[in-house]
């Protein structure tokens, strides 16, 4: 028997698979907008910090607008602006432009205070330690000038915010604790002698003003009448030491 001839006819082609047609986006996944159409950037980069971050967040842009532009250029709209939120989030923390900067001084009392804590441990007798805490004290008002007249900058605080009455009330306490160690006897800063009351602030004076008038450009000629070498430090270690009453 013959055999078939192979078939000359090419196989056929399988049909090609229809793709199936793109779904219609979810209106869920749409991009948000603003109502102007424009995507809020800054609203996306606020929900990414939990509620004290963005807190911390909007303090470290305020003291930055604080060093750089002075307590003029601190708004509550340039804090949101710097920290690239929304402009409500201020608001939202701090309520209004005192709530911020009275936290913001908060801060800067907190430091202040461990700046002195810190230079008095080293101290061996209370004279030394207290000559410590005022030269701590000019050295941070020089360090941070913006800050430290924020910080007594009275009329644009409120004294009754917590954060703040805790970080004053502290470096009360350091003073006072500083001149009952002087003295050689326990002062309560709650409950003070007309004594005890002098001998803080004629030491808060001293060293307050010294720092006020150094910081306001006052003593420059002063200065500059000083042998060569003799500097504002050393001039302060002076007055800190000077005695009251003519030498005999």
């Given at each position: 028997?013959?055999?078939?001839k192979?078939?000359?006819?090419a196989?056929r082609?399988a ?8 779904k219609?986006?979810?209106k869920?996944s749409?991009?948000?907008?603003s109502?102007?159409?424009v995507?809020?950037s ?5 929900v ?6 963005l807190r911390?967040?909007?303090l470290v ?22 920290a ?17 900067v ?5 801060i800067?009392f907190?430091?202040?205070n461990?700046?002195m ?5 080293g101290a ?8 410590a ?8 008002a020089?360090?941070h ?5 924020l910080?007594f900058?009275t ?6 915010r917590p954060?703040?009455r ?10 006072t ?13 709650q409950s003070?002698?007309l004594?005890?009351a ?5 030491a808060w004076s ?6 006020t008038?150094?910081?306001?450009g ?5 200065l ?11 001039l ?5 030491t ?7």
């Amino acid at each position: 028997m013959a055999p078939k001839k192979a078939s000359t006819k090419a196989p056929r082609k399988a049909a090609p698979k229809a793709v199936p047609a793109p779904k219609a986006a979810s209106k869920t996944s749409a991009p948000q907008t603003s109502p102007l159409g424009v995507r809020s950037s800054a609203r996306r980069a606020e929900v990414r910090y939990h509620h004290h971050a963005l807190r911390d967040t909007l303090l470290v842009a305020a003291e930055r607008i604080l060093e750089r532009d002075g307590l003029a250029g601190l708004t509550l709209r340039a804090t949101a602006r710097e920290a690239g939120v929304s402009h409500a989030a201020p608001t939202h923390h701090f309520g209004d432009l005192t709530g911020l900067v009275s936290d913001l001084a908060a801060i800067g009392f907190a430091r202040f205070n461990a700046a002195m804590v810190a230079a008095a441990a080293g101290a061996a007798t209370p004279l030394e330690q207290a000559a410590a805490r005022a030269r701590a004290y000019l050295a941070y008002a020089r360090a941070h000038p913006a800050m430290y007249l924020l910080m007594f900058r009275t009329e644009r605080l409120d004294l009754n915010r917590p954060a703040l009455r805790d970080a004053t009330n502290a470096a009360f306490a350091g003073l006072t604790g500083t001149i009952g160690d002087l003295r050689r006897e326990a002062v309560d800063s709650q409950s003070l002698s007309l004594d005890q009351a002098a001998g803080i602030v004629r030491a808060w004076s001293l060293v307050h003003g010294y720092t006020t008038l150094l910081l306001d450009g006052r003593l420059a000629e002063i200065l500059q009448r000083l042998p060569p070498g003799v500097d504002a430090e050393t001039l302060f270690g002076a007055v800190l030491t000077a005695p009251l009453r003519p030498p005999a």
